[in-house]
């Protein structure tokens, strides 16, 4: 007679007390039956599939390689080796474009350098010639030779720096300025002082620029159409030295040649004299070139010969008075 008893089922991981009796495995035709304590439990387990060898990588790799076999190149963003076994990305085009600039740039400066340092230092533009303009106090054989040093240097190692260090010893040079003509010419631009004044030393006549720098010497005064200082500087001393000098290079050439001489009592009354004895009342070196302009104005004036003008007074150039 089949039992009243309803089975229980024993829950996983559990197993009943009293583990399996002796001479039952798992598996058996009573599997799952077990009695403790005179009551039967029924459990219920997985059979367990057992799995074969698995095939190995390398077994693998001829089955992928065999699906990829038939796709074209470049179809795929990876491709493998003909190790089978390791995955080779494509460089992008962007990347691969920036190298070749990179490259082509580096080529670029590499020669331009090297251009750069054959024209600097190559002997076939070396300084053969040297022209000399703007020169009337100097000539020009007496600048190229004090520029002699610059024969056989390349022209663009040649400044206008190095070219005014050479010339200092010449005090009429002011300013200087360089242009190379190759293949190996060099011209020489030359600015002198210009010469304001004579100032009597001795039985020579100095001439003299607005600085009082002694620029040249004659012993005609007549042959330089430039006014005679009386004293000099080392007669009136040098700020009345400097404050005519200054008033007589403010003037134009065309008046500075009709001057005999200038004069200070101070500094305040710088005083001219024409050729012809006209006096020219200037006063101090201020507005020097409202005055300049106002003075070359009245002595384009023609002149009265009734009222003849003996005196031009432009110490206030906005309200000048003759007489």
Known sequence: MPSSRRPTYASAGRRPAGGNPAGRTPGSGDAGRDTDSGSDV??????VVEQG???????????????????????????????????AFPEPKGKRRKRNVLVVAATLVALVAALLAAAIFSPVLAVDTISVSGTRLLTPAQVQTALEPLHGKPLPQITDEEVGRLLEPLVQVKSVSVEARP?????VAVRERVPVALVKRGKQYQLVDVEGIQLAATADPVSVPLPVI????????????????????ALPADVLAKLSNASAQSVDAVELKLVDGQTIIWGNAGEKELKAKVLAAL???PADPINPV???????????VTR
């Open 183 to 187: 293949p190996s010419g060099l011209a």
């Open 299 to 301: 002595l384009k004036v």
């Open 310 to 320: 003996k005196v031009y007074d432009v110490s206030v150039p906005r309200h000048p």
């Open 230 to 249: 009386d004293g000099g500087a080392g007669t009136i001393g040098k700020e009345l030295f400097r404050a005519t000098a200054e008033v007589l290079g």
């Open 42 to 47: 029924i459990s219920a387990s997985r059979p």
């Open 53 to 87: 060898p698995q095939p190995s990588k390398e077994a693998k790799a001829p089955r992928s390689a065999g699906r990829n076999k038939d796709k074209p190149a470049g179809s795929s963003a990876a491709s493998i080796n003909a190790a089978g076994n390791v995955l």
